[in-house]
């Protein structure tokens, strides 16, 4: 079983994955054959290297090598698993900045808001050269996308091609520890399905596992006794959220609030990127990217004034096994193991009802012949769905304006986010990401 991993430079992203298929039962018993690509070649020895020493270590009988061309790392792939970027933090710094400086409260700027479409019109390119080459090479393959904007990302690649793409992320894991705590209660006892698009998902039901009690007028009386201020930066908007429309969400403010007009009143201390407007532009020439932080509950406040951020080594990481969901769906479908997948970015084919079915959501699945079919959900309450069916005419305009290579269609993207509140600003807004990221974008007309 060749299992190929497209952006195996990252020591995050790799590491992970490669421990992961390692530590699988299952899989130990397939002839494992992991192929590591990346177009970075010394970062991708340093992975290639450490994979060798766990083989070695856990007594594996799995066969690594590693390459920078991606024909020969797909070819007759099993399974293709995927997280890149280009220049990620450079870019991301101005996802976030750009659209605050033209007066748009956008929030975080990775996967929705302004900053999320010209993330997403970047990582199209690549992420479909990508999904071409499967196409042409390992057509049977499944293809595991981590890569950002999931769920644009992974529209753009089934809208447009004809290969099997999943979108996986965590986000669904931190919604769950939220509920699991509130309730004072082990998340393993809890039936918690959930519904919607990447980072924007709500639990439709908070049940016990065991007696299927519905846990959630206990989880509304616990949330309501509970301490404004305590864990705010993670789910104080989700609070305030379930309170007017009924579910809770996930994962996190600053994730959920990209999609929101009103979240920044909850995402306290925006510092992901700051920098001093009076130093002048933080991308001239020969100027260092701003310092990126998840949010201000995350910085480590008494780092001393000069010290750089510390560097975890892949040797330090722990040999342990993450809640990423990548090796449970490889171990069903090549291994026959029924696991949960709680989570995944496939598109909707019904399992919403009323969104469309070419549009991408996040929602529970199985495997059925080596595909993922979305298990079907509830409805969701009207004030919730307007806000996801809102987010998918925005990820299809969005597409489109790719295709035919058009600002117009841009524009209409642009202008239907919730951000966006003035049409001249949002003009300008584009003008600039056009200008400042031209090298990484598509041509538009």
């Not at 079915?357 to 919730?384: F, S, Y």
Request: glycine letters at 6%.
């Amino acid at each position: 079983m060749k299992v190929t991993l497209i952006g195996a430079g990252s020591r995050e992203f790799a590491g992970k994955i490669v421990r992961d298929l390692l530590l699988s039962g299952p899989i130990a018993e397939k002839e494992l054959e992991i192929v590591l690509m990346d177009i970075a070649a010394e970062p991708l020895a340093e992975m290639e290297t450490y994979t060798r020493q766990l083989i070695e270590k856990l007594h594996h009988s799995a066969t690594v090598s590693s390459t920078t061309d991606l024909v020969p790392a797909v070819s007759g792939a099993s399974f293709v698993v995927t997280a890149i970027e280009v220049d990620r933090y450079h870019y991301w710094s101005q996802d976030f900045t750009i659209p605050r400086k033209y007066g748009f409260k956008q929030v975080y700027g990775e996967n929705g808001g302004p900053g999320g479409l010209f993330h997403a019109l970047r990582q199209f390119g690549p992420l479909l050269e990508i999904a071409r080459a499967i196409e042409s090479h390992a057509p049977d393959a499944l293809f595991l996308n981590f890569s950002n904007p999931e769920h644009k990302v992974c529209e753009a690649i089934s809208r447009l091609t004809s290969v099997k793409v999943v979108g996986l992320c965590h986000g669904y894991f931190a919604g769950v520890k939220q509920i699991s705590s509130l309730l004072d209660i082990p998340s393993e006892q809890l039936e918690l399905p959930a519904a919607g698009i990447n980072h924007f998902t709500w639990f439709q039901e908070v049940r016990d596992r065991a007696t299927g009690e519905d846990l959630y007028p206990r989880l509304r009386e616990r949330e309501r006794d509970a301490n404004w201020v305590s864990d705010w930066h993670e789910i104080g908007l989700s609070r305030i959220l379930f309170r007017r429309f009924g579910l809770w969400p996930s994962p996190s403010a600053n994730h959920i609030g990209e999609y929101i007009s009103w979240a920044d009143d909850y995402v306290p201390a925006q510092l992901q990127y700051f920098t001093d407007p009076g130093e002048g532009s933080p991308w001239r020439d020969g100027a260092e990217t701003p310092e990126w932080h998840y949010h201000i509950g995350a910085v480590d406040t008494d780092r001393p004034l000069h010290a750089p951020r510390p560097i975890v080594s892949l040797e330090d990481q722990p040999l342990e096994s993450s809640e990423e969901l990548a090796i449970p769906i490889i171990e069903w479908v090549a291994c026959g193991v029924e696991r949960p997948l709680p989570a995944v970015n496939i598109p909707n084919n019904g399992a919403i009802p009323g969104l469309p079915d070419e549009m991408v959501v996040e929602v529970p699945a199985r495997a059925e012949n080596g595909r993922l079919v979305p298990l079907q959900m509830e409805p969701l309450p009207e004030g919730i769905f307007a806000m996801i069916r809102l987010q998918g005419s925005i990820h299809k305009l969005l597409v489109e304006a790719y295709v035919e290579q058009s600002k117009e269609k841009l524009l209409q993207a642009v202008l239907l986010d919730p951000i966006v509140d003035n049409h001249n600003r949002a003009v300008a807004m584009v003008d600039e990401f056009l200008e400042l990221q031209k090298d990484a974008l598509p041509p538009l007309k």
